[in-house]
């Protein structure tokens, strides 16, 4: 699903506008979808909706007014005069023939109510682009809520667009408070801050709903910006040659470390799993003995004796891609492998070590990076992402996770999947996907090894690179969350038979 931000938002309500939508169609529109979600999910009871100044206001008096014409006893609160609002929200409150209170009137009628628990309350105050904390009676208002909830006696809060104190397009919430839903209405596609933390921790039950923005508008509209899901890279996915032979289906190589050696040996059954044709772990001639003993008997483990005989290995032109990071050890020859596999154009997979090692001067990665010719995929954790790109890692409460993976793509010349509850994925021409279904069972020590051979075993297939991240990202949760819990990193390749089983449109 495409996602809009802020700027893509404003846009189609200016070009709807422009093509004869009316602003009082769509927020009548908007005001009906709230209502219809409430409606379906909650037994009539007392309503308090709080209004804002703006747009969302005026969505919150249609609301308001649908909610009253159904039978539910309902109030309204605004934070300013009514004379004080403008455009379709002033119109809309027009339309509002019942009293309106202030803030502090709410704040007093919600403190005051015997069983809070029992209303139903509309947070129409802010949209997604709010760019300052809440305060005055709003802050009153969210830090009531949010004790409330927390000792149980919360009412229903539904938000509209975004709970009040989100920023749409970071998902950050300012200076720490927010409302927090239990269902958020938001309009034509999510925002990122839906999916980015700590936001998505607000939004509870996510309803997207159509409000008649016309299709060559949503078409017009360069959306950048996509929800991580089949949809986006499922016609890329899991087509075979039925005259296809292994070495169609692509040969991975693992660069397998001296000591940590299951890394190495996670991220080649990964590959494998993901249906790359053959798989090699090249080891150093020392560490041979202990990876032909114990790796799955269908994987091959070559040895090589310095960055020579590695060069070797690689120089076979049938080994298209490599995974380089995984328990490889923080020393210059990592680095030198990773420049060498970048020198001779193969796709590759730089993750763990093959990135910090270039802490003390990234432009090297970076210059060879450019060079290439080869899909490179770089998949840092926020510690990872710091050494890389520290500048940018420092930016990350002002900019978000979404915009600084994109600068980090842009900069580094390569895909780049920054990890963790909210992953994100860009590329270099400003594309980028957030995904939203790893669980906390993956916080445990192997799976980025997984992830990185999930990858490498796309990439081998040659699934265009954007998508065999976006693929493997998803693949990895949705093993993750099949398995359930007490999940350790080597169940995730054996699981993924199943997922891909139950994803059998997809192949």
């Not at 809309?92 to 109510?113: E, P």
């Amino acid at each position: 699903m495409n996602i809009f931000t802020i700027a893509n938002a404003y846009a189609a309500d200016q070009k709807s506008a422009e093509n004869g939508v009316l602003g009082l169609t769509l927020m009548e529109n908007a005001g009906q979808a709230i209502a219809d979600a409430i409606v379906e999910r909650w037994s009539k009871r007392p309503v308090a909706i709080l209004s804002g100044p703006g747009n969302n206001g005026g969505d919150g008096f249609v609301v308001a007014r649908l909610l009253k014409k159904a039978g539910w006893p309902v109030k309204v609160y605004l934070p300013v005069d009514k004379s004080a609002l403008s455009g379709d929200a002033a119109t809309n409150a027009k339309r509002w023939r019942a009293k309106v209170g202030s803030f502090d009137d709410a704040i007093k009628d919600l403190t005051l109510a015997d069983h809070p628990q029992d209303l139903l309350l509309v947070d129409a105050i802010f949209g997604a682009g709010l760019s300052k904390p809440l305060g005055g009676s709003t802050k009153v208002l969210a830090l009531w809520l949010n004790h409330q909830r927390s000792i149980g006696h919360c009412p229903v809060i539904v938000c509209v667009d975004v709970p009040s104190g989100v920023h749409g397009d970071r998902g950050h919430v300012l200076a720490g408070l927010a409302f927090k839903a239990d269902l958020t209405v938001t309009f034509g596609y999510p925002k990122p801050g839906h999916y980015l933390y700590p936001g998505r921790a607000h939004r509870g039950e996510l309803v997207v709903a159509d409000i008649g923005f016309p299709g060559d508008v949503l078409a017009d509209i360069k959306v950048q910006t996509f929800h991580n899901t089949p949809a986006l890279w499922a016609d890329q996915f899991g087509h075979l040659d039925q005259q296809g032979h292994k070495y169609a289906r692509g040969h991975l190589v693992v660069l397998g470390g001296d000591k940590m050696c299951g890394a190495a040996r996670l991220a080649a059954l990964a590959a494998r799993r993901m249906g790359a044709g053959l798989v090699s772990i090249a080891v150093p001639d020392d560490a041979f003995s202990i990876y032909a003993s114990s790796v799955h008997p269908g994987t091959l483990v070559p040895s090589f004796k310095g960055l020579k005989g590695f060069r070797k290995i690689l120089s076979d032109p049938r080994k298209t891609t490599c995974v380089i990071g995984p328990g490889a050890n923080l020393c210059k020859g990592t680095a030198n492998k990773v420049l060498a596999a970048l020198n001779l154009d193969k796709n590759c997979v730089a993750d763990a070590d093959a990135l910090s090692i270039f802490e003390d001067d990234p432009k090297i990665l970076f210059a060879a990076l450019k060079k290439t010719a080869g899909d490179v995929v770089l998949t840092p954790h926020g510690g990872e992402f710091g050494r890389l790109f520290p500048d940018l890692a420092k930016k990350q409460n002002k900019l978000g996770k979404l915009e600084i993976t994109r600068k980090a793509a842009k900069r580094a010349g390569c895909v780049v999947i920054y990890k963790g509850p909210d992953t994100t994925i860009a590329a270099p021409d400003g594309r980028a996907a957030i995904s939203s279904n790893a669980p906390p069972t993956l916080a445990t020590a192997g799976t980025g090894d997984v992830l990185a051979g999930f990858v490498g075993g796309l990439m081998a297939q040659n699934m265009p690179v954007f998508q065999a991240a976006c693929a493997a990202v998803w693949f990895h949760g949705e093993c993750a969350n099949q398995f359930g819990l007490g999940l350790i990193a080597e169940d995730l390749a054996d699981m993924l038979p199943a997922v891909l089983k139950n994803h059998a449109k997809l192949c």
